[in-house]
């Protein structure tokens, strides 16, 4: 697939390990793990109450009036964009913003508003709902509050492919970058549903963990939801260097497919593919990738199936992957999960450094790659994909490379 | 009575759009506080739930003084004390 470089000159996140991208980082690199009980709830009994909130938010980054007006799920995205172009030196002013492309993801969009509103008809008999539980619900209000904030008038839209969600859009924005449509694009997403509601049907599902999240462990039990955001500030190389810009990685590929099998088993094959049209959209032999940061829920389905589908892709150069699932550390994020986790596979090719997945007490014949187990670790890292799997089998996979002129 | 309402409403108005205490007066337009359609929805929404009374839709949507809204109030609430036709709040 040939068209124009695509680079990352800016990062923002937010999530259980820190309110931004670097105290994340540091979180990481200090193999934090940020799961803790939840408070009760009004509603009822949960049986299962281990989650990966982020604590100590709203931070004061969001005016009075914006956060009357948003979810928590879009205060995140905000949070993360305003730090991302922070980060990346970019002024409002900026003429690039006009035709800037604010691709987002979300799974579930406005759900603490939702949860909350319906709660108080259906539970407190309360006569009327804050009447701006629709904006505040719908999934796209995250990106049109990004887009309202710095004035970008481009391709500007929600991705909802629930834990694939991010990958998709930060794969679609690359697109309309390559393909000349934009410069700039600011790209993530966020997700917020640790709520009574959600907790239940997670726990209905029988996939959450009681204890923690032990990645590729053969002890693993299941995933600990998380909450936050991530952005990436992706331009054309041209913006970024015209503009004198620090270019943090170059985002060389994205590639997607669709198990068309099972509506929550992960397949191999299908997984693969996506590994496979990631690579060959960013022109990648397999032996240049040197780190995956993987979906590596923590559940006993996804684990071996996403190593399986490693092996496949890469052959012998698997057995010389550094593979690591930072869900570990910071849960699963749903539809933000593709985020926190690009802006993390970024930070990994900055530092020379792969993330570790904690909690891995125990090797499972099953899981047999090298999975970075519970430490950090310094090495050269030319290359990286970061891979995400969504229910319903739709895969999403982004190739990142160190920035070469 | 209705400076009572009038008080209430200049409060509610205050503390729903976070103002500095004295700046919302019964002679304040919507348009001087730059209060929007958004704003004006949590307005309503905070003035019903104060005053327990339901503001219809097409006299919510006339209100652009803070005395227009102090003068409605009023009215919803002489009307339900004389047992008029406004309909009952819920709950």
Redesign the interface.
């Known amino acids: 697939m040939s068209g124009r470089k695509v680079v990352v000159t800016g990062v923002g996140g937010i999530c259980s390990l820190g309110l931004t991208a670097p105290a994340i980082w540091d979180s990481m690199m200090a193999g934090a793990v940020g799961f803790s009980p939840l408070p009760t709830f009004p509603q009822g009994t949960l049986r299962l109450n281990l989650a990966g909130s982020v604590q100590g938010f709203p931070d004061g980054r969001i005016a009075d009036r914006t956060l009357d007006h948003t979810d928590r799920f879009a205060q995140f995205l905000l949070v993360s964009a305003k730090e991302a172009v922070e980060n990346a030196g970019l002024a409002k002013e900026d003429p690039r913003w006009k035709d800037a492309a604010v691709v987002a993801g979300s799974g579930i969009g406005g759900e603490v508003a939702h949860d909350f509103a319906f709660w108080e008809m259906y539970g407190l008999k309360k006569p009327r709902v804050n009447p701006l539980l629709i904006p505040k619900v719908m999934a796209n209000a995250g990106a049109s509050h990004v887009s309202m904030a710095y004035g970008a008038q481009g391709q500007v839209y929600t991705v909802c492919s629930a834990c694939s969600s991010s990958n998709h859009a930060i794969g679609l924005a690359w697109m309309h970058i390559q393909s000349g449509m934009c410069d700039l694009a600011l790209a993530g997403g966020s997700e917020s549903s640790i709520t009574f509601g959600i907790m239940k049907a997670w726990e209905g599902m029988r996939v959450l963990s009681a204890e923690t999240c032990r990645p590729f462990s053969k002890n693993r039990s299941g995933l600990i939801l998380g909450e936050g955001a991530g952005i990436l500030v992706l331009e054309s190389e041209e913006s970024a260097l015209s503009r004198g810009a620090t270019i943090l990685a170059e985002l060389a590929g994205f590639g997607m497919s669709a198990d068309a099998a099972h509506l929550t088993l992960p397949q191999p094959e299908g997984a693969a593919l996506a590994m496979r049209r990631a690579l060959q959209a960013a022109q990648m032999e397999p032996d240049e990738v040197s780190y995956i940061n993987a979906h590596g829920t923590g559940t006993p389905a996804n684990d071996p199936l996403e190593t399986k589908a490693i092996h496949s892709v890469f052959g012998d150069h698997a057995r010389k992957l550094a593979v690591s699932s930072t869900k570990s550390m910071h849960g699963h994020l749903l539809g933000g999960a593709g985020a926190v986790e690009a802006v993390t596979t970024v930070m990994a090719l900055q530092h020379q450094i792969a993330p570790p997945t904690m909690n891995f007490v125990e090797p499972d014949p099953e899981c047999d790659l090298d999975y970075v187990p519970n430490a950090a670790r310094p090495m050269p890292i030319r290359a990286a994909l970061s891979n995400s799997f969504a229910f319903g089998g739709l895969n999403a996979v982004l190739a990142f490379r160190t920035y070469q002129a | 009575m209705f400076e009572d309402t009038a008080q209430k409403v200049v409060d509610i108005i205050t503390s729903t759009?976070?103002l500095e205490p004295g700046k919302v007066t019964i002679d304040s337009t919507f348009e001087e506080l730059q209060i929007d359609s958004?704003d004006g929805?949590?307005i309503?929404?905070a003035l019903?739930?104060e005053f327990d009374l339901d503001i219809p839709d097409d006299q919510a949507k006339e209100l652009t003084t803070v005395r227009q809204v102090a003068e409605r109030i009023n009215a919803l609430l002489e009307s339900r004390a004389n047992g008029a036709a406004e309909p009952p709040?819920?709950?």
Do not use: G, S
Request: charged content about 25%; overall charge negative; aromatic content about 8%.
């Open positions: 759009q976070k958004l929805l949590n309503v929404f019903e739930n709040a819920e709950a």
